[in-house]
């Protein structure tokens, strides 16, 4: 949540922030701005606006000749969307930028005085004043001294008067990658696409340590004041894969990468037909004595755990448990040593799935993370990683990010499979092979888009829809009705086909969208006799299935076939279906898909 940027360098500073935080604002976007040394004095000027990064760029100065300065997208957290509320907040000497929550910042007020010196209704503004009230003139002290007293997330950026051209970074949580090039200058951010067009060198910047840039050079030291070398990393992705190349939007370009990020996921962890994470460094001894499993996410990377789930369980007989993270963090924990426990982010930050890992830890040393974001925090810390290599996924709504975590988890499920003893090396082989045409499928769904687009038009005056399955389906469902609230703002709700008659069928009225997916060959008959009861009932019903034959009005308004493949890859050709009437919904209620109300991309407050 609230993207950071920040620049000081051999170029002009504002064109970078403003081109940074457009990449940003996936993070939020309902306020914006910017702060810089006007004509490189130690005077600090700033701009910012409730809005947009469009907004923001309006009331900039077309010319702009500083080389120095920070910018910010924020999400609300603390405070209505405001132009006082927008960052960055001035305190004095101090101007600084904030990603995360001060969660005491009621105690600092009345402890250290400050609220005279607040304008806004922002935790970041207190921290600002604190920063100001211990400042002696000299930051990197004044940084040592306050950090220790801030309870809570952040990511700091930080401008001191009478320190031109210079930023301060400090962060505990919250992400911040940075990166200095000769001929450009150093740069900071939330996430390395703000900047990746100057470098493809980056470095995390590590916790609670004190990162001081300049245009010649970037210093890292810790709080006690050693110095200490960034450790670099490369970027695995084009610059490319973070620009819409010709899209109307980044969800539907995400969608379609989805055959090609399979591919990266899958291939180089198939050997001799057989999955194989050793080049992962992950060796079988890892999978060994493995009793139970628990998942832990949130949101759709926990849909793909509960898909995942309903595989390995029934797959291979192991007990899985899928957990919500922010729940898993205050419940008592049924986990062992014998527990492998899965932590699934895209982005391996989310902060609920990251403490709920910290707790896992205490419990069991197999904790194996499956992230997309290379040196993210969950990676770091878990005991093992597999990444996903899906590259950057900037639309809010989770496309191909879901698609690599399930093909993810067919992997983890076989290996632990044959590791445990519980299948054998030919059906696995022949299960890998399947698996290897997955992104052709995904590629057949493609082209059904616009027959997708079409029947949209009967949803988007939806005010309920429901998404109904069995078994792989079921789980499926979940993932199908959270696209379509979090972009289409339809209450939209997943049941188990045969759960709809307990209850919910009271809810089927006339016209009423019922998304079926029937796709599970031992309860096909079974989910159509439960689609007939809502279809009897007035629903108007999309079915997914892979018959060729159906043509009977009493089961469906539409039938969307899907290839005829093993079931349990059913579920890659059935979430494309998903993700397209979302989207497509989304499109003809003239809403953005990649921008949703009350949302951002990753999820760094509690
Ligand atoms: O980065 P993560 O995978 O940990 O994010 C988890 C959820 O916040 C995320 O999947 C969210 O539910 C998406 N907006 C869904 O499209």
């Known amino acids: 949540m609230c993207g950071i940027v920040g620049f000081t360098g051999k170029h002009e500073a504002q064109d970078i922030l403003l081109a940074g935080l457009a990449r940003l604002e996936y993070r939020g976007y309902d306020s914006a701005g910017i702060a810089f040394f006007k004509d490189n004095g130690d005077h600090i000027s700033m701009r910012k606006t409730a809005g947009k990064v469009k907004d923001l760029a309006a009331i900039c100065d077309e010319e702009n000749n500083s080389t120095c300065g920070i910018g910010h997208t924020r999400w609300a957290t603390h405070g209505g969307v405001t132009n006082a509320n927008a960052h960055p907040h001035r305190v004095g000497s101090v101007v600084l930028i904030h990603n995360g929550i001060i969660e005491n910042y009621h105690e600092l007020v009345s402890e250290y005085g400050l609220q005279k010196d607040l304008v806004s209704e922002t935790d970041t503004e207190v921290a600002a004043a604190l920063f100001n009230k211990m400042y002696n003139g000299d930051p990197?002290?004044?940084?040592?001294?306050?950090?220790?007293?801030?309870?809570?997330?952040?990511?700091?950026?930080i401008m001191f008067k009478s320190h031109p051209g210079e930023i301060y970074a400090v962060r505990n949580v919250s992400p911040m990658v940075a990166a200095f090039t000769e001929k450009d200058g150093a740069f900071i951010a939330s996430d390395l696409t703000a900047f990746v067009?100057?470098?493809?060198?980056?470095?995390?910047?590590?916790?609670?340590?004190?990162?001081?840039?300049?245009q010649d050079r970037i210093e890292l030291t810790d709080l006690e004041g050693k110095e200490v070398k960034p450790e670099y990393l490369k970027?695995?992705?084009?610059?490319?894969?973070?620009?819409?190349?010709?899209y109307d939007h980044f969800m539907i370009k995400e969608i379609h990468e989805q055959p090609n990020a399979i591919i990266r996921t899958i291939g180089g962890r198939i050997h001799g037909d057989l999955p194989d994470f050793k080049d992962d460094g992950v060796s079988d001894d890892f999978f060994e004595g493995v009793r139970d499993i628990t998942i832990?996410?949130?949101g759709t990377a926990m849909y793909a755990g509960m898909v995942g789930r309903t595989f390995i369980q029934n797959k291979f007989g192991i007990p899985v448990n899928v957990?919500?993270?922010?729940?898993?963090?205050?419940?008592r924990p049924v986990i062992t040593d014998e527990t492998m426990v899965i932590v699934i982010s895209q982005s391996g930050e989310t902060i609920d799935s990251l403490e709920a890992l910290r707790l896992a830890r205490k419990y069991t040393k197999k904790t194996l993370a499956i992230v997309n974001v290379k040196g993210s925090s969950i990676a770091r810390e878990s005991d093992a990683v597999l990444y996903t290599h899906a590259g950057p996924e900037i639309a809010v709504a989770s496309t191909k990010a879901y698609s690599v975590q399930v093909a993810m988890m067919y992997l983890i499920g076989c290996k632990l499979g044959l590791v445990s003893g519980r299948t054998t090396e030919a059906e696995m082989k022949e299960f890998m092979a399947d698996l290897k045409k997955v992104?052709?499928?995904?590629?057949?769904?493609?082209?059904?888009?616009?027959?997708?687009?079409?029947l949209t038009s009967r949803m988007t005056n939806a005010e309920h829809a429901f998404y109904i399955g069995r078994e792989l389906d079921y789980t499926l469902s979940m993932e199908g009705a959270l696209k379509l609230k979090e972009i289409s703002y339809i209450h939209a709700e997943a049941y188990a086909a045969g759960e709809l008659k307990h209850g919910t069928?009271?809810?089927?009225?006339?016209?009423?969208?019922?998304?079926?997916?029937?796709?599970?060959?031992d309860v096909y008959s079974k989910v159509i006799s439960n689609i007939r009861e809502v279809k009897a009932r007035g629903a108007y019903v999309i079915l997914?299935?892979?018959?060729?034959?159906?043509t009977d009005e009493s089961v469906c308004d539409v039938h969307l076939q899907i290839p005829k493949v093993r079931d349990e890859l059913a579920v890659f050709a059935s979430v494309v279906i998903c993700q397209m009437i979302a989207y497509y919904t989304s499109i003809g209620k003239g809403l953005n898909p990649d921008q949703p109300r009350n949302l951002a991309k990753s999820v760094t407050v509690e």
């Open 140 to 157: 990197i002290e004044t940084i040592k001294k306050t950090v220790p007293l801030f309870v809570g997330s952040f990511a700091f950026c």
């Open 197 to 214: 067009d100057y470098s493809k060198d980056y470095f995390i910047v590590p916790e609670y340590h004190i990162l001081r840039m300049t």
């Open 235 to 246: 970027v695995d992705w084009d610059v490319s894969a973070a620009e819409k190349e010709g």
């Open 296 to 298: 832990i996410a949130c």
């Open 323 to 331: 957990a919500i993270a922010s729940e898993f963090r205050y419940e």
């Open 439 to 454: 992104p052709d499928i995904i590629k057949s769904m493609l082209t059904i888009e616009s027959k997708v687009d079409k």
């Open 505 to 521: 069928i009271a809810l089927i009225d006339e016209g009423v969208p019922v998304i079926a997916i029937a796709s599970q060959s």
């Open 544 to 550: 997914i299935s892979k018959d060729a034959k159906i």
